[in-house]
Structures are given as structure tokens and as C-alpha cells.
């Protein structure tokens, strides 16, 4: 059975010592203590409520009969706890109900809910993101009637983009909206592949629906974006007459199966638009973009779940002797986690789940300057950053948590391949991470052609510069100078690459496509590569105390060099394939495949 206990120790260093959050308006009232119970809290809740219908809700699915969908065992009890409990309301705005939370404590916990069901997890963190869509897009009238309710988990809510014939290029979305002359417009068209669509957890379903009004331009400039409710609400404000909306069937899928991904029908369905008419990707960006950082979450939970999974086993698990003689002469046999190769997985899983944990924080945490500062040139710097680092950890965070969670089912052998531990399980569910939301691809092909060139780099300068004063300011230091050497060379490699994508790039863009997904990578790395030499810099003082926290420090210091050694080095090489161009990727004609 899988096993899962919230990391808190590491969630209290991240959120108290190496990020220190600067004081905004509406967070006095949470002292650190506060939000350390409120992590505890989540932690007890995901243990003990829905980790226990993890693997049934694999095993179960979700049941699909004559449009209706119903969830597996447990599911529905779960989700009203969970609302009742106000888990989904923790970063949302007090005006509709929220608890006002900083987004770090929000992610923290979101981190513990993907750990223990991703697969549960989707329900509310879809109703999250079409909450702060209409929160940024929605006329008043309508935030405030529906964000209440989305914020209460008594409504929840969907974004439909994807049709069967466009996934990632919705400029070719065909679903038509009419207005109808009353404020009101039918919407009509069919949308696939839409995460809880349709379910029995909640009394009422709001669908964001992407749609183009008749005199639409062609193409992405042509969408809008529009709330349609599964039930019109009555004059009391009660789910009322059904709307033209219906689930046509759901997908047998390889993971995440206790989730609904739904064929949704629109038929002359009813609905008010969101925004301005046309503008529907400004409105949707902000949900994709919320919903991005929150997969990127979904990658890191796995990983958590995965570590933990594995290092519970190899401790356990007897085969062999150390390489080094007999560790535990009086057992017939070594724990396997004696074995060099068995802690090659243990650190590369450890180091990637830390280093995400503490960059995915700082992002949340500047998340937090963009939501709540009252200074405007702050606030549009910290947008600059979130939009350089969203690509980034989307991708970054969802391929290392399914390269996690495979290096977990390698660590307990054959035993993680079959289902009894739940490790075969976590690969499964890690993987659509890497492809919904925009695929990894995607996110490499924004960073490059987008989000580096926007402003001459202002965005990219938001990430160097911290960067660079860090190494200015530590490379010769006594204990970890040595280590920020190290890094300071894949830095090097950073800002190499980083020059010969953009120079390249303005002469023909193949060769930004061609280098965009290692170029993600390297900046992952970089940027992880930071968070370690950030924490280096803080444990290796620490570490000097005794006292019961002096082990951890130890282990951290330890990890940070493990992340520089073993896994840093791949940054020359990275740059190295950047360099070689685009010839040897188009070389071949497209018969020639
Ligand atoms: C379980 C599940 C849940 C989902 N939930 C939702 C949801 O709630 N709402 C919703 O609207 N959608 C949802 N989706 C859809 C998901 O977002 C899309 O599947 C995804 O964006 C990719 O689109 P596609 O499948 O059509 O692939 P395609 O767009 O056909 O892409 C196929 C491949 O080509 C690559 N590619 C495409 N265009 C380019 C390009 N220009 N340059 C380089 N490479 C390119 C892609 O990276 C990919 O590798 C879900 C999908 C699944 C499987």
C-alpha cells in the first residue's frame, strides 16, 4: 500500500527561512504559526481522507450512464469534507467567501493533495482556476453571484477549450456562440477531453467555455469566453432548469481514472460572456496560467509520493550485501538502500523534490507580490517573472515527477511494476502532467519565442540578476564557495545558450523550435540549481548548531551537493546539443520517416 506523510519540516523551511515573504496587505493576521497549523491540518486530511482512496479510485473509475457520471467510492464524502473544511477556499479572495491564504500556503497544500490523489485533486483545482478566471475577466454581477459559490466547493467548475479537432492550435475551435439580445448567448458545439465535465460531487457544474460570436475574426483572434452553468439558476439562486449542456461519454484513460474526462455537448446551451467579445485567450490565460503552475504542483506531489514510496521500501527491502562489506551482518541480507545505485535513485528523487518545492514557492510567493502589492512598478515586475518561470515549472516540475516516480518503481524492482504498492500508479497518473495544460513542448516553444524575447528580456533579467548577484556575492565564500563555482558554470552555459537562441532565432525560428525543449531544461536546472545554492547557503551555517534540527541541515547541505555533482554537469551538455542547430532534426525529407 502506498504510504504518505506530509513533508512539513521541509515545507516550514522553504516557507519561513529560505523564502521570507515581504509583508502585503492582508496577510498580517497569519503569523508563521498560523499557517504552520493550517499545513498540519492539510497534511492530517490528506493522510487520513484521501489517501485512503487513492488506489480504489484507481481501480474503481469513474462510471459513466446515460450522461451521467458518477465518481468512485468515497469520492463525494471526500469532497464535501474537504469543502466543508474549506480546503478549497484557502486562497481566495474574503470578499466571495475565501480564507485569504498566501498562494505559498495555498501550493504547499495543493503539493500534499496531488501527493495523495492527484486524481481528486483536479475536482477543486479546476473550480480554483475558473474562479480566478471570472475573478479577473467577469463582469460584477456575475463574480459576484458565481465565485461564492465556486469558492464554497457547493458549485464546481471546468475550462473547455479542447475540441476533436484542436488541442494545442484553438485558433481552429469551431463551437458558435449567438447572442440573444437579452445580455444572454446559445452556445452550440462539442468540446472533448474536459476534466470533470461532468460529475456527481457537487450540485451544480459552470463550464468556461471557449466559443466564437458570428462576426468572429479567424483564427485565435476570434475567441470568446463565456460561463455556461449545467443548471440555469432559479430566482432563489438555486441549481433550476437544465441548460443545453450533456456528457456524451467519458475516456478510459491510462491514468488519473478517478477523474472524469469528459465529451461535453453544448446545444443551444445558454450562457453570458466573460471579458471582452473576442478577447477569450486574454481571459483563459489567466485560468491556463494559474492551472499550469498548479500542474506543475501535480509533478512535484508525485515526486513526494514517489520518495517517500521508495525509501520506506529500500529500507526494508533485503537483497545483497554492501559493496563496502556487510552492513547488517546479523540480517541474511543488506536493505537494498546500502546499494550506490539504489541511492543514485533516492538523492535524484530527494534533490528534485526539494529544489522544485523551493522554487515553486518563491514563484507562489511573488504570485503573491503581483495579487497584493500596492506598488505598481513591483507589481509589473513580479508579473514579468511569473510569466518567464510558469513555462518553466509547468514543464520542468511535471517531467521530473514522472521521472520520479519510474525511478521509484526501479527502486522496489519487480515488485513496483505489479499494483500492490502503488508505484505503477504514480507513473501512470504523473504522465498526462507533461500533456495537458499545453504540452511540455508547448511550454519550451512560449519560453523561447515568447517570454524571453518579450520586453529585450526584461522578464529573463528578473531570474538573471538575482542569479547573478548571488554568485558575485558567495563564490568565494569559505563553505560553499566551491559549490557556487559550480554553479556558476552552468549559469555560464544559461547565458550562452541563451544568446545563441536568441541570435539564431531572429534569423530563422526552426531554430528556436529546435532548441526549445533542451533550453527549458537547462533553465530548470539553473533555476533549481539556485534554489540548492540558496539552501547550501543557509544549512551550511546551521548545520554548525547542535540541536535536533542539526541532522537536517546536514541532509540538506548533503543533497545540495549531490544536485551540484550529479545532476548540474548536465547543463554543459545541454548547451553542447542547444549549439548543434536544427540541421540534424530536419535532415530527413517527411517521406523519408
Ligand atoms: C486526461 C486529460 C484531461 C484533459 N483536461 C482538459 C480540460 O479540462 N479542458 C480542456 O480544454 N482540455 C483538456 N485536455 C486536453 C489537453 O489540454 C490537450 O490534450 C493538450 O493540450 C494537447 O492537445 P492535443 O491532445 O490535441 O494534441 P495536439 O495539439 O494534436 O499535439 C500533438 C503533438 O504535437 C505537438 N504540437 C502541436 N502543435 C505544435 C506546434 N505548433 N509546435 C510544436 N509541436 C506541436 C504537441 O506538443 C504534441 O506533442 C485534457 C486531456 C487529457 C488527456
Known amino acids: ?67 451521467i457520471v458518477r465518481t468512485p467510492k468515497g469520492f463525494k464524502e471526500a469532497y464535501k469534507a474537504f469543502s466543508e473544511a474549506g480546503w478549497g477556499a484557502l486562497n481566495a479572495d474574503p470578499k466571495y467567501g475565501g480564507q485569504g491564504l498566501p498562494e505559498t500556503v495555498a501550493k504547499l497544500v495543493e503539493e500534499m493533495i496531488c501527493a495523495s490523489n492527484i486524481s481528486f485533486g483536479l ?82 457544474i459552470i463550464h468556461l467555455v471557449l466559443a466564437r460570436l458570428p462576426d468572429a475574426p479567424a483564427g485565435v483572434k476570434g475567441i470568446s469566453l463565456f460561463l455556461v452553468p449545467k443548471f440555469l439558476p432559479d430566482e432563489n439562486g438555486r441549481p433550476g432548469a437544465g441548460n443545453g449542456v450533456s456528457c456524451a461519454a467519458i475516456e478510459h484513460k491510462m491514468g488519473i481514472k478517478a477523474s472524469a474526462t469528459c465529451q461535453m455537448n453544448f446545444d443551444d446551451a445558454t450562457g453570458w460572456l466573460v471579458g471582452a467579445p473576442h478577447k477569450g485567450m486574454q481571459a483563459m490565460f489567466v485560468m491556463m496560467n494559474s492551472e499550469r503552475l498548479s500542474v506543475g504542483t501535480q509533478g512535484l506531489g508525485i ?34 538502500i546500502v546499494h550506490p545505485d539504489i541511492r543514485r535513485n533516492l538523492m535524484t528523487i530527494r534533490a528534485y523534490n526539494e529544489g522544485c518545492r523551493a522554487l515553486g514557492i518563491w514563484v507562489a510567493g511573488i504570485m503573491d507580490v503581483a495579487e497584493r502589492s500596492e506598488n505598481p512598478k513591483e507589481k509589473a515586475e513580479a508579473e ?12 520542468l516540475f511535471t517531467d521530473l515527477g514522472f521521472e520520479s516516480a519510474n525511478l521509484a518503481v526501479q527502486t522496489y524492482g519487480g515488485h513496483g511494476y505489479i499494483r500492490d504498492h502503488g508505484m505503477e500508479q504514480l507513473v501512470r497518473d504523473s504522465r498526462i502532467a507533461m500533456i495537458y495544460e499545453g504540452t511540455n513542448g508547448i511550454q519550451a516553444l512560449d519560453l523561447v519565442g515568447r517570454k524571453i524575447p518579450a520586453n529585450m528580456g526584461r522578464g529573463l533579467r528578473r531570474f538573471f540578476h538575482p542569479v547573478a548577484a548571488f554568485i558575485e ?19 555560464g552555459a544559461l547565458q550562452l545558450a541563451t544568446g545563441f537562441v536568441a541570435e539564431k532565432a531572429l534569423k530563422d525560428a526552426e531554430e528556436a523550435g529546435a532548441a526549445a ?47 551540484a555533482e550529479r545532476i548540474l554537469p548536465q547543463a554543459g551538455a545541454l548547451l553542447f546539443t542547444i549549439k548543434s542547430g536544427k540541421a540534424s532534426l530536419m535532415a530527413l525529407e517527411d517521406d523519408a520517416f
Not at 481552429?172 to 476534466?195: C, E, H, M, N, W
Request: charged share 25%; with cysteine; aromatic share 10%.
Open 1 to 67: 500500500m502506498q504510504t504518505y506523510t506530509a513533508p512539513l519540516r521541509d515545507m516550514r523551511f522553504v516557507l519561513h527561512e529560505l523564502h521570507q515573504s515581504p509583508p502585503l496587505p492582508g496577510t498580517e493576521e497569519f503569523t508563521p504559526e498560523l499557517l504552520d497549523t493550517v499545513l498540519e491540518e492539510a497534511g492530517k486530511f490528506c493522510t487520513e481522507v484521501l489517501l485512503p482512496i487513492n488506489a480504489s479510485g484507481d481501480e474503481e473509475g469513474c462510471h459513466y450512464e446515460n450522461g
Open 123 to 204: 475536482y477543486p483545482g479546476l473550480s480554483h482556476g475558473a474562479y480566478v478566471a471570472l475573478k479577473s475577466h467577469g463582469s460584477e454581477e456575475l463574480k459576484d453571484f458565481y465565485l461564492p459559490k465556486l469558492v464554497s466547493g457547493e458549485w464546481s467548475g471546468t475550462m473547455c477549450l479542447t475540441e476533436p479537432h484542436c488541442g494545442t492550435d484553438l485558433g481552429l475551435l469551431r463551437t458558435k456562440a449567438v447572442p440573444q439580445g437579452d445580455g444572454s448567448y446559445k452556445l452550440t458545439g462539442s468540446k472533448i477531453f474536459i476534466s470533470a465535465g461532468e460529475h456527481d460531487m457537487s450540485e451544480n
Open 303 to 336: 515526486g513526494e509520493a514517489a520518495y517517500q514510496g521508495a525509501v520506506a521500501y529500500a529500507r526494508d527491502r533485503l537483497q545483497g550485501r554492501s559493496l563496502a562489506g556487510a552492513k547488517y551482518p546479523d540480517k541474511p541480507a543488506d536493505p537494498i
Open 384 to 395: 514579468e517573472f511569473i510569466a518567464v518561470l510558469t513555462p518553466v515549472v509547468k514543464a
Open 473 to 491: 556575492e558567495n563564490q568565494n565564500d569559505p563553505a560553499i564557495g566551491k559549490l557556487v563555482q559550480g554553479f556558476a558554470r552552468a549559469f
Open 517 to 563: 525543449t533542451d533550453y527549458l531544461r537547462l533553465f530548470g536546472l539553473v533555476a533549481l540549481g539556485f534554489m540548492w545554492m540558496r539552501t547550501a547557503k543557509i544549512a551550511a551555517r546551521k548545520a554548525m548548531l547542535p540541536g535536533p534540527d542539526h541532522e537536517f541541515y546536514k541532509a540538506k547541505l548533503a543533497t545540495a551537493r549531490f544536485f
